[in-house]
């Protein structure tokens, strides 16, 4: 539900990931960012292509940072073909984060053969932070309705896998 940034891309070349990691990197770097490498021999990804869920099970290689302790994890997972498909809820990260990623994502863009964005805040199109401090506060707004409406919910809540959920509700007693 939170707003969240989609992304897609295929690299053609270990030059063209190279120069990704280290722009990855060096923007990190200057905002205080933790980072981590990725390098998996076997690893599931799942994604969806051309509206169909479609499962990779292989090597991997990437770079993760954390833009915000509030945001999801911003991974550049790529598989043996080079091709990454992901995505970062800034949701309860606001504006600034959301910003900044977004940012990256533009200075990225170029090393890429083919890239593209979804902007659930819609700044990757407009670059108009009111227009997406407006999907933020909407979201908001429904988060906390969905709250409301239900006294055993609780969030947000951080993953083991790092991924932020809006918010869980408990089971009622007894429930299994």
């Not at 800034?90 to 090393?111: M, V």
């Amino acid at each position: 539900m939170g707003v969240t940034i989609h992304f897609e891309g295929q690299l053609s070349s270990e030059e063209q990931y190279a120069a990704l990691s280290q722009e990855v990197e060096a923007f990190a770097v200057t905002r205080g960012w933790p980072i981590r490498e990725i390098e998996e021999a076997e690893m599931a990804l799942s994604r969806v292509i051309d509206e169909r869920e479609v499962d990779y099970l292989g090597p991997v290689i990437g770079i993760k940072v954390l833009p915000h302790p509030r945001s999801d994890p911003l991974r550049f997972e790529f598989d043996r073909h080079l091709f990454v498909q992901q995505y970062c809820k800034t949701q309860f990260a606001g504006s600034g984060a959301h910003i900044e990623i977004i940012e990256l994502l533009r200075k990225a863009a170029p090393l890429f053969d083919k890239f593209d964005v979804f902007d659930e805040g819609e700044y990757w199109e407009s670059g108009d932070r009111s227009i997406l401090q407006r999907n933020l506060d909407t979201v908001e707004a429904m988060i906390a309705e969905g709250m409301r409406k239900d006294p055993t919910a609780r969030g947000p809540i951080r993953l083991e896998s790092g991924r932020v959920i809006d918010f869980v509700s408990d089971p009622p007693p007894g429930a299994e």
